[in-house]
């Protein structure tokens, strides 16, 4: 289950990793080690954020909680839309403005900021002992992440298809991630 949620809301974060990378191979800012440091923090931020939303989510019946599906749910929804409208423009890819570890964790926090619904959704459906396994997961698959993103880096080809996939692939990804939550969450019985 960590690996589906982290994979689901990380897809957008290989575009901008990808991206960071190769910034960093062109002009040399942010340096390897910065975006490697910089996603760990930024990652840390999230999941710190999440896990206090799900300790919040306690006083919350928990088909309830299924409400949080409705938001990466609506993102999907809206990304599509903005996709469909945007199909025919170019897109190219920018070097993001990013000199050091401090702007790679403000981008890292400011492009991962829709997973903390599915994370606190997540922890609070799994509880302590399977959130912290989860945590684990998730951060080996930062480094993952980070690996796989150094690589495709190099390749400017793979970066702008990427880029151009990825406005459709994201929505998608998102739709399925929401509408797991509510029909786990039990939500849809209550309403039924």
Excluded: K
Excluded at 177 to 190: C, D, H, K, P
């Amino acid at each position: 289950m960590a690996f589906g949620a982290f994979a689901a809301t990380n897809v957008d974060s290989l575009v901008v990793v990808t991206a960071l990378f190769f910034s960093g191979g062109v002009s040399g800012r942010p340096r390897t080690s910065q975006i490697w440091v910089g996603e760990y923090v930024g990652f840390a931020v999230l999941v710190a954020v999440s896990a206090c939303v799900a300790a919040g989510l306690e006083v919350v019946p928990s088909h309830a909680v299924g409400v949080l599906g409705l938001i990466p749910l609506g993102l999907g929804v809206r990304g599509l839309s903005q996709a469909r409208r945007s199909a025919s423009e170019a897109h190219s890819v920018g070097h993001p403005l990013a000199n050091g570890v401090g702007s790679v964790v403000v981008l890292a926090v400011a492009n991962g900021a829709d997973n903390v619904a599915v994370y606190a959704a997540l922890f609070h459906e799994l509880g302590l002992r399977a959130s912290l396994v989860s945590v684990v997961v998730f951060a080996a698959l930062v480094a993952g992440l980070c690996a796989l993103a150094s690589w495709l880096g190099s390749h400017p080809r793979v970066v702008r298809h990427l880029e151009r996939y990825g406005e459709w692939l994201v929505p998608v990804v998102f739709i399925v991630v929401g509408a797991a939550i509510v029909i786990r969450s039990g939500l849809l019985r209550g309403v039924v």
